[in-house]
Every structure is written in C-alpha cells, then in structure tokens.
C-alpha cells in the first residue's frame, strides 16, 4: 500500500506560480501511473494531468495545457505539478493519485491523497 502526500499549495494572485508536491511512501511507485485532480467548491473532481510510469508521456486537460507541467522522480518517490500563469478558476484541492493506467477517469485511479489547497484571487 502506497501513502501520498500533497503540499505546497497556497493563496497567490492571478498570473502567479504555485509548485505542487507529492510524496509517495510505503513502496515504490516507479510502476504506476500518476496524476492530479482538482476539485473546486460545488464541483466534482476533476482530471488535471497524468504522467505514465517513465515520465515520458504526459496528457493536460485543455484548460491546463501549456500552463502546468508535471515531472516525477521515481527514485524520490515524487510527482510535481508546476503551476503557472495562475488564473482564479484554476482554485480548488488539488490531489495526488496513483493508477493503473494512463486515463483521466478518477475511479481507475486507486490511491489518494488527502489534498492541498490553491486558491488564486484576482
């Protein structure tokens, strides 16, 4: 069993940078894929970005694209999301996951986070 950690999130203004932080502990997680959702007050969580079990393949969702990127270091057991050009509608929890498989349904992914909170104010 896997624990994942997220941190760094916090409160920035519109066009700011925020870098995201997963920790994995329990065993490796050089074998599975990873990636960030995010959920927003009243909203259902949605996909963000995931990132295959090399690093060598990525897949954003549109509304990220070209403003976040997501590396991870298997050796360290971590997943960043580099977060820029910070808009308001980007607030919400943000959540590490591990899966299976490289897909942007949450319920493929098996293991969570508890969430760190990035809120952009305009």
């Known amino acids: 069993q896997v624990q994942l950690v997220e941190s760094g999130g916090g409160l920035v203004q519109t066009g700011d940078s925020l870098r995201l932080s997963c920790a994995a502990s329990?065993?490796?997680?050089?074998?599975?894929?990873m990636g960030w959702f995010r959920q927003a007050p009243g909203k259902e969580r949605e996909f963000v970005v995931a990132?295959?079990?090399?690093?060598?393949?990525?897949y954003y969702a549109d509304s990220v694209k070209g403003r976040f990127t997501i590396s991870r270091d298997n050796t360290k057991k971590t997943v960043v999301l580099q977060m820029n050009s910070l808009k308001p509608e980007d607030t919400a929890v943000y959540y590490c996951?591990?899966?299976?498989?490289?897909?942007?349904?949450?319920?493929?992914?098996?293991?969570w986070g508890q969430g760190t909170q990035v809120t952009v104010s305009s």
């Open positions: 329990g065993r490796t997680i050089s074998t599975y894929t």
């Open positions: 990132i295959s079990r090399s690093g060598l393949t990525t």
């Open positions: 996951a591990e899966g299976q498989r490289m897909t942007t349904r949450k319920v493929e992914y098996d293991y």
